[in-house]
């Protein structure tokens, strides 16, 4: 599976949108790009995941360029709650398991 | 449609003891992975199974840890003589199929000290 590179850390006021930048130059075709996002020390929580086109669900958007190269998540209105360490992942089509970074700390400052 | 469901939450086991972590799947779910995240560290994989079938288990380590999801029940992780560096959340994670194309949710945690 492609690596990421995510910053390690990220603020982000309370009511903004959070955009949360991913890079994974070396995708290939057939790999999913997935976010996660870990609150404190609870379970990870699927947030959302795409293969090409733009996503958005219920929890936030993801951006992916033409390229396939990198990524955004958009959190649209951030709230305290929010603060959680984000994790981009590429996962290929047949590539089961998911692989963790260290992922994005993102700090939603009231 | 219940969540992914591990018990115990928190277990507390004496060094060379067993420890077994149960994960039961969300509903539908034939695929199940397990994770281990130490103290300030992050996730770190360790097996996959489907249905009675061992698929990954390339992140167990190789003594003491075994894994099984049989056809009826819950998946189960076990531990056998625990050491102190065993201590650690274990997470339980299911998905409908085990491509790419779906989602993976994951259970609560299981956070296990061994004293």
């Known amino acids: 599976d492609a690596k990421t590179t995510q910053p390690t850390s990220m603020d982000c006021a309370e009511g903004r949108a959070a955009n949360l930048p991913c890079n994974h130059s070396t995708i290939s075709g057939n790999e999913y790009v997935y976010w996660y996002r870990q609150i404190h020390s609870q379970g990870p929580q699927y947030i959302i995941h795409?293969?090409?086109n733009n996503e958005t669900n219920e929890m936030a958007s993801l951006i992916i360029t033409e390229d396939r190269k990198s990524s955004t998540l958009i959190l649209p209105h951030a709230t305290l709650r929010d603060t959680a360490v984000y994790y981009c992942i590429v996962r290929g089509r047949d590539g089961n398991k998911l692989v963790f970074g260290a992922g994005t700390i993102l700090r939603v400052k009231s | 449609n219940a969540g992914v469901m591990q018990n115990p939450r928190h277990l507390v086991r004496r060094r060379g003891q067993e420890a077994r972590l149960r994960c039961s799947p969300m509903?539908?779910?034939?695929?199940v992975y397990w994770y281990r995240q130490l103290p300030e560290e992050g996730l770190k994989f360790m097996v996959y199974l489907q249905k009675e079938n061992i698929i990954d288990e390339s992140g167990m380590p190789k003594e003491r840890f075994s894994a099984e999801f049989p056809k009826e029940g819950p998946s189960i992780l076990r531990i056998q003589q625990v050491v102190r560096g065993d201590s650690a959340a274990y997470f339980c994670?299911?998905?409908?199929?085990?491509?790419?194309?779906?989602?993976?949710?994951f259970g609560q945690g299981t956070r296990l000290t061994v004293v």
């Open positions: 994670a299911s998905s409908v199929t085990g491509t790419g194309k779906a989602e993976a949710f």
């Open positions: 509903k539908g779910h034939s695929h």
């Open positions: 795409g293969l090409k």
